[in-house]
């Protein structure tokens, strides 16, 4: 534990971020593996109906990994900066406090899901061809919502400790069990129950997953341990936790969000059923580039936590000089792989040559400025750790839930299937002069130098 603990005080940040950074992307892509192989399994149900049911779904992702990440990713900056001041025994208050309340809130969300699913699909844009599909996919997301939010509680607790491998291991089994189940429960070998089948098999993975990592504590071989006779459920607690787990989960609602009105948009479109299916499949693989920046944060994080905690002007400001350069980086990296491998990765999930090519022109027009979303959300993590979270919540909520909300409702309707190809780029470059006017307001530099 020891060796764990001296990654966060002791080791030269970059390669501290690197370490923590690599085996959180890791598992984060194994993670986005449960999406991925359910859209290539339903692909080879040669389906246009049943991929547009799935893209529909894709804002209930998004709005439950955000519920998550409230009191995720609040929990651990405070089990961070509380191990950075020496105080385990007040990190193992706060982690055992939020997975108790991350159960409760699971099965709040997870029973209303359920209860108005109907009316959520039509909100996320489900017409009345796809709706009968989206409810068989959904009902069993809502259902994962019930493991998924104590499960990544938990998980980002143990990154905070940078207990990194268990969790890697954990959704790294669970993404491979749902590789196995997915045909098994799918097609007509096994028990034929088409697109229900994938999300019964993700359900599986998922529980399974969340079992792992919840033996990893029980075992007693984290560092903050889960005792449940440490559970002290307090509103200044609750409200710290939200204040600063709001932000990047501002970030995801918003997505969803925008997610939402372009399927909303596309439904008004000429051959809206092939738009919707061809933006489903692309909105699968930006998770992968979602996930990759996340993941870096992940590593981040509890860097600037333990620092911070431990008054460490100096390895906090290098953590955030060295993050903010590798994040405009590996935004690029992303941007230029898509871009160069449009089509190719369209046509993993359908070979069908109208939706490869809305498919590739939506996914380079998503893409084509994302360096603004990383250096977003980077800062919004910054934020929450100097104590600024109202900031940072604006910096989350202006590209997905302002500028792009406007833009995709308008373009479209105007200039039809060109309007949106350019409604990502547009509101990409508006956001990135909002948040340069936001970062000389708030006079950022000079915050980070002072450590405040």
Do not use: C
């Given at each position: 534990?020891?060796?764990?603990?001296?990654?966060?005080?002791?080791?030269?940040?970059?390669?501290?971020?690197?370490?923590?950074?690599?085996?959180?992307?890791?598992?984060?892509?194994?993670k986005a593996f449960y999406n991925i192989v359910?859209?290539?399994?339903?692909?080879?149900?040669?389906?246009?109906?049943?991929?547009?049911?799935?893209?529909?779904?894709?804002?209930?992702?998004?709005?439950?990994?955000?519920?998550?990440?409230?009191?995720?990713?609040?929990?651990?900056?405070?089990?961070?900066?509380?191990?950075?001041?020496?105080?385990?025994?007040?990190?193992?208050?706060?982690?055992?406090?939020?997975?108790?309340?991350?159960?409760?809130?699971?099965?709040?969300?997870?029973?209303?899901?359920?209860?108005?699913?109907?009316?959520?699909?039509?909100?996320?844009?489900?017409?009345?061809?796809?709706?009968?599909?989206?409810?068989?996919?959904?009902?069993?997301?809502?259902?994962?919502?019930?493991?998924?939010?104590?499960?990544?509680?938990?998980?980002?607790?143990?990154?905070?400790?940078?207990?990194?491998?268990?969790?890697?291991?954990?959704?790294?089994?669970?993404?491979?069990?749902?590789?196995?189940?997915?045909?098994?429960?799918?097609?007509?070998?096994?028990?034929?129950?088409?697109?229900?089948?994938?999300?019964?098999?993700?359900?599986?993975?998922?529980?399974?997953?969340?079992?792992?990592?919840?033996?990893?504590?029980?075992?007693?071989?984290?560092?903050?341990?889960?005792?449940?006779?440490?559970?002290?459920i307090n509103l200044d607690m609750l409200k710290n936790i939200i204040?600063?787990?709001?932000?990047?989960?501002?970030?995801?609602?918003?997505?969803?969000?925008?997610?939402?009105?372009?399927?909303?948009?596309?439904?008004?479109?000429?051959?809206?059923?092939?738009?919707?299916?061809?933006?489903?499949?692309?909105?699968?693989?930006?998770?992968?580039?979602?996930?990759?920046?996340?993941?870096?944060?992940?590593?981040?994080?509890?860097?600037?936590?333990?620092?911070?905690?431990?008054?460490?002007?100096?390895?906090?400001?290098?953590?955030?000089?060295?993050?903010?350069?590798?994040?405009?980086?590996?935004?690029?990296?992303?941007?230029?792989?898509?871009?160069?491998?449009?089509?190719?990765?369209?046509?993993?999930?359908?070979?069908?040559?109208?939706?490869?090519?809305?498919?590739?022109?939506?996914?380079?027009?998503?893409?084509?400025?994302?360096?603004?979303?990383?250096?977003?959300?980077?800062?919004?993590?910054?934020?929450?750790?100097?104590?600024?979270?109202?900031?940072?919540?604006?910096?989350?909520?202006?590209?997905?839930?302002?500028?792009?909300?406007?833009?995709?409702?308008?373009?479209?309707?105007?200039?039809?299937?060109?309007?949106?190809?350019?409604?990502?780029?547009?509101?990409?470059?508006?956001?990135?002069?909002?948040?340069?006017?936001?970062?000389?307001?708030?006079?950022?530099?000079?915050?980070?130098?002072?450590?405040?």
């Amino acid at each position: 534990m020891k060796n764990r603990e001296i990654i966060l005080s002791k080791e030269k940040p970059r390669n501290a971020i690197v370490k923590l950074a690599i085996p959180a992307i890791i598992a984060l892509l194994v993670k986005a593996f449960y999406n991925i192989v359910d859209t290539f399994y339903i692909g080879m149900l040669n389906d246009e109906i049943a991929l547009a049911a799935v893209g529909v779904t894709l804002p209930i992702i998004l709005i439950s990994s955000s519920v998550e990440n409230i009191f995720a990713s609040g929990s651990s900056v405070l089990v961070g900066k509380y191990l950075g001041e020496n105080k385990k025994e007040k990190s193992s208050e706060i982690l055992s406090s939020t997975f108790l309340v991350s159960i409760i809130i699971g099965l709040v969300f997870s029973l209303s899901g359920i209860f108005f699913m109907e009316d959520i699909l039509k909100v996320f844009g489900a017409s009345e061809i796809t709706l009968p599909k989206a409810k068989e996919y959904a009902i069993f997301m809502f259902l994962s919502i019930l493991v998924n939010v104590p499960s990544e509680s938990l998980s980002f607790s143990l990154r905070a400790e940078s207990s990194v491998k268990i969790t890697t291991i954990a959704v790294t089994i669970g993404a491979i069990l749902n590789i196995i189940l997915d045909p098994i429960f799918m097609f007509s070998f096994g028990l034929n129950l088409g697109i229900k089948g994938a999300a019964m098999a993700s359900l599986i993975s998922q529980i399974v997953s969340f079992i792992i990592i919840l033996w990893y504590y029980l075992s007693k071989r984290s560092i903050v341990e889960l005792d449940f006779k440490n559970i002290n459920i307090n509103l200044d607690m609750l409200k710290n936790i939200i204040k600063i787990g709001l932000p990047t989960a501002i970030m995801q609602i918003t997505m969803a969000i925008g997610t939402a009105l372009t399927n909303i948009s596309i439904s008004k479109l000429n051959n809206s059923h092939y738009i919707l299916a061809s933006y489903g499949v692309v909105q699968r693989l930006i998770v992968i580039g979602l996930f990759i920046i996340l993941g870096f944060m992940q590593g981040y994080q509890p860097v600037i936590a333990y620092a911070k905690g431990a008054k460490n002007k100096e390895r906090f400001k290098e953590s955030y000089k060295f993050t903010k350069i590798m994040t405009v980086f590996i935004s690029i990296v992303i941007s230029i792989f898509f871009i160069l491998f449009a089509k190719p990765l369209i046509s993993l999930f359908n070979k069908n040559e109208i939706i490869l090519d809305y498919g590739s022109k939506i996914l380079i027009s998503q893409v084509l400025f994302y360096f603004v979303f990383g250096i977003s959300y980077m800062l919004t993590v910054t934020l929450q750790v100097i104590n600024m979270p109202k900031v940072g919540m604006l910096i989350s909520f202006v590209r997905q839930g302002i500028v792009y909300p406007l833009i995709i409702l308008n373009l479209p309707r105007i200039f039809g299937i060109k309007g949106l190809y350019l409604s990502q780029p547009i509101a990409d470059l508006i956001s990135l002069v909002i948040l340069i006017y936001i970062i000389k307001k708030i006079n950022l530099k000079n915050k980070i130098a002072d450590f405040t």
